[in-house]
Each structure stands twice: as C-alpha cells, then as structure tokens.
Nanobody
Framework: QVQLVESGGGLVQPGGSLRLSCATSGFTFSGYTMSWYRQVPGKERELVARINTISTITTYAGSVEGRFTISRDNLLNTVWLQMNSLKPEDTAVYHC??????????????WGQGTQVTVSS
C-alpha cells in the first residue's frame, strides 16, 4: 500500500517561505513521477508541480512558476516543495501523490490529510 505523509506547512506572512516534505513508503518511489497538489474548500484540486523519476524534468502551474521548486531524493523516498515569495492566494491544503508515468493523471495513492499552508499578515 502506498503511504504519503506531508509535513512542513504552517502560517507564514506574505513574501515568506516554507518547505514542504512528502515522505513515502509502500512502493518503488524511484519509478514514479511525483506531484504536489493544493486544494481550497469549494474549488477543485490544482496540480502545482510535477517532477519526473530522475529529476530531469519539472513542471509548474503558471501561478507558482518562478516561486516554487519541486525536488526529490530517490534514496530517501522523499519529495519536497520549496515555496518562496508566498502570496495569500497560495493558502491551501497541500498534498503529494505519485503517478505511474509522466503523462498519467490518475494518482497512485490515496489522498491523505495533506499539510495546511496559510499565508496571511
């Protein structure tokens, strides 16, 4: 079974930074594309960033490109999301998930609790 545990969220002022972590287990992490998503109440889940298996390709939502960086370590089975220059509209619950191929949209794991990011002054 796939286990995904997000951490690192919190309350931060606009312009601040946070680094989210996603610790994984229960599957061959190095063989899966990894993604970060975010969701606010009443809105659909948004794909924020995606990284391929060997960290040679990354993609970002236009709203975060230039401010967020996704990274991974296949020995630690962990993916991170470095968030800089945070804006109030970045406030959301952030989730990670795995995908069997780069183009696969279906998440491999169940959606967990995620980690809350609140950007407010």
């Amino acid at each position: 079974q796939v286990q995904l545990v997000e951490s690192g969220g919190g309350l931060v002022q606009p312009g601040g930074s946070l680094r989210l972590s996603c610790a994984t287990s229960g599957f061959t992490f190095s063989g899966y594309t990894m993604s970060w998503y975010r969701q606010v109440p009443g809105k659909e889940r948004e794909l924020v960033a995606r990284i391929n298996t060997i960290s040679t390709i990354t993609t970002y939502a236009g709203s975060v490109e230039g401010r967020f960086t996704i990274s991974r370590d296949n020995l630690l089975n962990t993916v991170w999301l470095q968030m800089n220059s945070l804006k109030p509209e970045d406030t959301a619950v952030y989730h990670c998930n795995a995908h069997s191929t780069w183009s696969t949209q279906r998440p491999y794991g169940s959606w967990g609790q995620g980690t809350q990011v609140t950007v407010s002054s």
